[in-house]
Structures are given as structure tokens and as C-alpha cells.
């Protein structure tokens, strides 16, 4: 955690952004898995963290943007609890930590909160992503729980991301030691995998890197032979010479900060021609999108330099046709790429995700896309210095949508259908790396990890040796 | 997963046990982290599972006691989401594999429960141990929150908890591959310790282990030098020559069932000569504990003479005084044994504790105490064949409780307080194993692992030569 100063300058803008009534974040509750208290890894909210600084389960922050007054309310533990605890720091020496001074037990919240009510004061809470938190705040403040869940505070909402949007120097400290970690895990992965072996394997080799590091996952571990699906989550496949794996990991560290990365390796020592030619063609379109960071630009842009650098290639290998801008334009290059070039990353990997994409990622004058491909671009804004993102070009090819858009003869004149049927097995290939925009363009964060043809497969040799 | 034929007899005689009305199974949902599609990995319901076999979220089981019809609805993917999760068996599919040939949208699931209950039926669910199971509930019945949670059949718990008490020879094989992920678990905890090492780097080998078996933690990892601390996931500390390391962990397989156990080993290659001594105590009791196993025993009384054991091992190292039987009687022998001797194990690692402990771990004849120590005793009643049971007796010195009972010079007459202050730093120890309980006594489920300070010595100076 950072100074006590910076939680306080912290508290003392959003109260002034949010200008009055009670804010009250909520923290985490501890979350069941299959029973009551056998409980998932205890996960704070990022906005508790980032204003509170406790990661203690069941709190709740109240800060009073007429007063000035902040506090948290909780339960300190009894010695029945600490028989299978062990001693414990209490809530109150933790809240002073970020300076704030008046603790409570949450039997007072209630009254708190429907005591302002009834003196007509604002009561602003953010959208809740866990139902607990609904529950909790309806019944806090007698509003109903479809009330709770459309009452969210676009006033608390925007002042928190118009701060933790800019990442400062502290930080990025931070954040680099999260992609470090995530960095380790990935080099792991290339260094481990053998024919033979199931993804599950790979899989718990990056698991144990980062906690052994001390960290947890940021998101569940991508570990594929089948690249194609976005978010594939099973790992009950073999993986074999000629196979690829697309890995996509990353880590948090106990402070709250995220890493995010994928890579994509061939199982043999070397990619096939066919592998090489489209994870150049990734590549390409990554290196074009990591060149046109800086302050200034709309990542929506960004996005869009890379899908027509990726159809230059996918036109050269012979699965495009036509001229490469207007594929873009016409929409064409989704066939390959269904998704959006990254997004902001900070203490959750999609940073704010829980706030809303619409505010998060767009702006009063860019608004989200509806468009399939589009849709699906988390971060189009202007990018600003101090912004975290990831750059995550792909190519995708999802025999289902093959014979779906073929089906419908959708973007002939762009796709050459034919050829597309020889690669149905192909696969899928992403390349992400984590940027911080500076002043003129954009850093790199965490230890680079191999990502050239050649430096990823002088590891896999490496590795197949060993 | 069984045979249809299993899933079928399970809810014929589910339906006729609780007689009549709709009983309604909530599948359990993606659970978020730090925000909506974050997700922690997926755990179905262990009653939906057991009842229903299909691992999908967001689905909601209706068996109706009266027409015998049985329903599965849930919503299947579109195109969009097989883009994001490749092609996927439909509900409808998974459905019939487990004999229920009728599904339907969620959407249809209110009305169908509102007009069963317009026609005066009686709706049947479990207490719900996520809150959105709550709201759901709630707005599919109009009933308010406090009505829902208040609202647990009986009929419907009593009649699942009498089916999965009892694991019949199918359910053994799994929990058999679940015991033996666990003990591959612990042995790589012991082979892979070293001095210097953080106790998160062993925590990481043992969840390493159970992922690349394809399976999950069945509950989190406890992984400390500081046993004493009964749940204890501080992974933050360096062992070093001297210590003790309590590893309780297990594995739950994909079918759903669990695994649990605890070793406690050595840093150095040897115990000392006073962590010896209590080592072999709790190893005794350990022993006698599962001697005394067999139909018609309570478990209460198998505690009891787990607990006399301890309080004789106690009295000869000179740290209890007195008659055994009457301290335990006493309930003295709780400064070093506050909890219970052990716990149900099946699909969940405390099996059925969302079903409540009244139900599962006692009787009617039966009730659980309310004294220190045996209200911690999850499991008090009679053990029947087909019964799975951990059995984990423990030592555990914690200097607030010393602190606190000194103060008060409570159980001085069987407390040796000037001995103890020597065993302030001392930890803790437990030996847990799981069995199943036979017509004529009890078997070991799972590969055995080194119990004996002999055989534990061997391993690790065979670790540390390494």
C-alpha cells in the first residue's frame, strides 16, 4: 500500500468531484463456493482498495462529502475467532494506515444511511457486481432491489475512473512488479510444454508461478491448443508436435495490480510455414499498434491500424482479397478478429470493468460501437498519459462462423472462401503485452518475454532439449 | 458422472421422501471476482450435481413430486457466445444423460412457480449459500428476502441428506481418485520443503499438483509453520530448520468429490525431540480414533477417546496433570484441542454443511453441544456403513488462549500453565485421513502417505539431500 497522503489526497478529490451526499463503497464480502464457509481467495474490491486500503472482508467505507468525515465500518474479531485465525491487525490500525481515523461496527450502518436519507441527503454507491452488496444496500436503505440495481451514481462513477483512468508513478511501480510476475509465469509455460503433456499441465505450472510469487491469478488461465475460442477455459486436450498454445495469464500481486499477457508457441521446436506466416501477420499488426501510442489518440484508431495491417497479411497469405482498408472498413477482417485490440488494466485486469464500458472505455463524444467486432472493443477513447492498456492483436479462425458467414455469402468480395476451408483446424494466435502512454508514446511494462518467431522458437528448442 | 439409471433412482426416491409439491434445485452461477465477467473457476451445486449431473451455470432443476416430471431450464448459447466459448453440448443434451428428457428457457421458470403456488402447492428449496440464489428465489416466487431465507424445506433437506450420507460403491471409486490426487499432493509437499523456501512456494507445488491432475482444491490451502492457527491462508512466511510445516490440503476431482488431508512434517530432516513427543501423541490418537470406527459408534464418543489420548500423551510430557478421563470430561484438554476430531466428506469437503449441521452431523436424539471445543465438532452421530468421515485429532498451543485461561486459572487443576509458557512458540499438529465407514469397521480411502515419524523423517531427509 502507498502513504497514508495518497489515500487521503485520494478521499479529499472524490469527495470534492463527487460534491455531496454520503459515498459508500462496499467492500468484498468473503465469496462461497460450495457451502458457506468454504470460501474462493478473498478478492477487495479495487475501488475499496484504491480509496480504503483495507483488504479485509465485510467493510464498508462511508465517506461524508458535506463533513469531510470519512470512515469504515466492520467487525473486529473476538478471541473465538482468533482461536482459528491467529491474531489479526484490527480494522481500526489498518483503516489509519490510509488516515482514516473513525471506525465502526456495521450494526450502525442502517441507521447511518437511513438517518441521511431522511435528511434528504444523496446516498452514492456504484453499481454492485456482486449480489450481496444489492441486498445489503437495500436493505441498508429501504430502497427496493431493483431499485438498488438501477441507483448506481453516474457522479461517484465518473469520479472514480477520471482518477483511477491515470495511473500515477507509484503506481506503475506497482504495476510493472504485477507484469513481471505475469512475465515469469509466461516464460514458464514455454519452457515447460512438451508433446505429451495436457494443457492442464501448463496450465498449473503458470498457477504455481504466481503464487508462488505471492500473487493470484488477475483471471482465469487461458491455455489452449484450440486458440479460436476467445475464452477457452478447458484444459482437458493433449497437446502434440504441430499443435500451437495460446496463453493468455497474467497475475495480480498482493497490493491489487494486475498483469495481462498471451503468447502463442508452437508445441514442436519450430511453427509450421502456414503457423509463421499468420503469427507474423499478428505480430506485424501488434508492432503497428505499440508504434501509434502516445497521448492524443483514439484507441478505437489504434484498433483499426492494426485490423488493416493484420488483412495486409491475411490478403498476402491469400484467406483476403481485395484492398486492405476497405475490408477494415467494410467490417470483413472480424472473420479473423471478432475482438477488440485491449483494454485499460490497473487493479482489474479490465480496469473498471465494473463501473461500465460506456464511460470506462468510450466518451460523451465516442460512443461504443454496436457493430459485431466493434462491440466488442472494451477501450475506444482518446488515450492520455498515465492510461494502462494491453495491445492484443489476434487471428481467429471459428469454423462455425466459416460456415455461418459462408452460408450467407457475407463479405465475398473480401474472403476467400476456398482457402479458408483448408485452415478450419488452424487454430488461433494472440500476442498482448501491457503499455503505460507517456508523454510522446508508450512504455512497455513488466520484463519482455520472447515474441519473435525466432526468440520463441530458440526457447521451445531449449525446452524440447531439456 | 453414473449412469442415467443412477441419476433416476436418486430422484425417484427423492421425489417420493419429500411427497409432494415442486422441489426446486438452484444450479450455481459464474461467481464474480472484481467484477461481472471475472469469474473465480465454476462450481456447480453439489445437490445439483447430484440430482441433476449437468456442470453448467446459471440452471435451475424442478422436480415435480406429484406428476413425477422432472425439468431442467436453463438458456442455451447463441452464436455470438460460441464465438467467445467454441461449440458446447446443449443443455438438452447433458440433460438426457442423466435421464431428464424436458427442458426450457429460464424465462419460463417464474411463471411456472408463481402458478404452482397460486394452485397451493408447495414450492421446496435448500438454503441457499449465495446470495443471488436469494433474489432469485424471491423474484420467482414473490416472496421477500426474509421470507427466503427463513424458507428452507426440512422434507427436502432430511430427504437429500438421507441419500448422500450413505456413498454407495460408485461414489467410492470417485472419492478413492479424489483421496489419492490429495495424498500425490501431499507427498509433493514434503519431497519439494526447504529451508528459506516461503510457505506460498509450497502451497503453490500442492495446488500445482492437484490443477495438472485436472482436478481443483477442494478448499483452500493451509500451508503454515504456524499450525496452531487452525484456518490459517497466510502464505507470507519463510520456513526455516526447526520448524513444523501443517499442510492441509485437498483435491476435488471433476466428477465433484473431495479429498482432505493434513501432514505435518519437519523443516529439518528430523523432528525435534518436544515436537517428537507431540507428534506421536496426536499420531496416537490418530490410531485409536480409527480403531474405535464401525457402524453404531457415535462420533461424539469417537472424539471422545481421540480426545482422552491426547490428554494422556499430554500428561506425560507433563503439560496436562490429573486424571485424563476427567480432564477430558472436564473439558480441560480443549487449550490444545478446540476443535472437532472430524467431518463428513463427499462431494463437498465438509459434505452437505449447506444443508446445516443439526441435520447432517446429528439427530434428533442427538444435539450438538454448545460447550468450547465440542460446538466445534461438525460430525456427532451415529456412523452407519457407507458413512465418509475425516478423522484429524490435533495439537494446537495458541498463546492468546493460554493468555486468557491463565488469567482466569481456568482448568488448573489439569493444566500444567508454567510448563506451557515453555510451549508458547511450539505451533501446532494434526494428522487428518479419510475413511469410509464398513460393515465391520472402516477403510482408508486413497494411496497412503508417511504418517509415522519414521517414515515422514525418511522423506524428508531424502528431500533435503536432494
Given at each position: 500500500m502507498f502513504s497514508k497522503d495518497?489515500?487521503?489526497r485520494r478521499r479529499n478529490r472524490l469527495r470534492k468531484d463527487v460534491g455531496n451526499?454520503?459515498?459508500?463503497?462496499?467492500?468484498?464480502?468473503?465469496?462461497s463456493i460450495n457451502f458457506k464457509d468454504n470460501w474462493y481467495h478473498f478478492r477487495q474490491d479495487s475501488s475499496f482498495l484504491y480509496f480504503g486500503a483495507v483488504a479485509l472482508p465485510s467493510l464498508t467505507a462511508i465517506f461524508d462529502c458535506d463533513s469531510g468525515e470519512d470512515m469504515i465500518l466492520g467487525d473486529e474479531l473476538t478471541i473465538d475467532d482468533i482461536v482459528w485465525t491467529g491474531p489479526q491487525p484490527s480494522i481500526a490500525s489498518l483503516a489509519a494506515q490510509s488516515g482514516i481515523t473513525k471506525t465502526a461496527p456495521s450494526s450502525q450502518i442502517e441507521t447511518l444511511l437511513k438517518n441521511a436519507i431522511s435528511a434528504g441527503r444523496h446516498i452514492h454507491f456504484i453499481p454492485p457486481y456482486r449480489e450481496e452488496h444489492v441486498t445489503k444496500l437495500s436493505a441498508w436503505t429501504g430502497k427496493s432491489i431493483d431499485e438498488i440495481r438501477s441507483g448506481e451514481s453516474i457522479a461517484l462513477i465518473k469520479a472514480i475512473i477520471s482518477q483511477r483512468n491515470i495511473k500515477t508513478s507509484e503506481e506503475i511501480v506497482e504495476l510493472h512488479k504485477a507484469v513481471d510476475l505475469t512475465s515469469a509465469m509466461h516464460l514458464a509455460a514455454m519452457q515447460y510444454a512438451k508433446p505429451g503433456m495436457k494443457e492442464a499441465e501448463i496450465a498449473a505450472r503458470v498457477n504455481q508461478v504466481a503464487l508462488a510469487g505471492e500473487g493470484q491469478l488477475s483471471f482465469p488461465v487461458i491455455m489452449t491448443k484450440n486458440g479460436q475460442v476467445l475464452h477457452n477455459h478447458y484444459h482437458g486436450n493433449t497437446i502434440q508436435e504441430g499443435d500451437m498454445i495460446l496463453c493468455?495469464?497474467?497475475a495480480e500481486i498482493p497490493s491489487g495490480y494486475a498483469g495481462d499477457m498471451t503468447r502463442t508457441f508452437p508445441v514442436s521446436a519450430q511453427f509450421s510455414e502456414t503457423q509463421r506466416e499468420l503469427y507474423q501477420t499478428v505480430l506485424n499488426a501488434h508492432e503497428v499498434a505499440i508504434s501509434a501510442l502516445k497521448p492524443g489518440i483514439r484507441y478505437k484508431d489504434v484498433h483499426l491500424l492494426a485490423c488493416v495491417e493484420l488483412a495486409?497479411?491475411?490478403?498476402?497469405v491469400g484467406l483476403m482479397k481485395g484492398n486492405p482498408e476497405e475490408a477494415v472498413a467494410a467490417g470483413a477482417h472480424t472473420m479473423f478478429f471478432q475482438c477488440g485490440l485491449g483494454h485499460m488494466m490497473g487493479m482489474d485486469v479490465h480496469d473498471m470493468e465494473n463501473?461500465?464500458?460506456?464511460?470506462?472505455?468510450?466518451?460523451?463524444?465516442?460512443?461504443?460501437?454496436?457493430?459485431f467486432g466493434l462491440k466488442s472493443l472494451r477501450l475506444g477513447k482518446e488515450l492520455e498519459a498515465g492510461f494502462v492498456i494491453t495491445v492484443e492483436p489476434g487471428i481467429y479462425i471459428i469454423p462455425e462462423l466459416i460456415d455461418q458467414w459462408k452460408a450467407e455469402n457475407k463479405y465475398a468480395e473480401f474472403l476467400n472462401y476456398d482457402k479458408l476451408e483448408s485452415y478450419k483446424s488452424f487454430g488461433g494466435i494472440r500476442i498482448e503485452e501491457?503499455?503505460?502512454?507517456?508523454e510522446n508514446g508508450a512504455d512497455l511494462l513488466g520484463k519482455p518475454v520472447a515474441k519473435t518467431v525466432k526468440d520463441v522458437e530458440e526457447i521451445r528448442k531449449e525446452a524440447l532439449q531439456s
Open positions: 495518497t489515500y487521503i451526499g454520503l459515498i459508500v463503497l462496499l467492500g468484498n464480502e468473503e465469496s493468455d495469464t497474467g495486409k497479411g491475411l490478403t498476402e463501473l461500465g464500458e460506456p464511460l470506462v472505455g468510450y466518451s460523451d463524444t465516442l460512443k461504443k460501437s454496436t457493430e501491457d503499455f503505460v502512454i507517456t
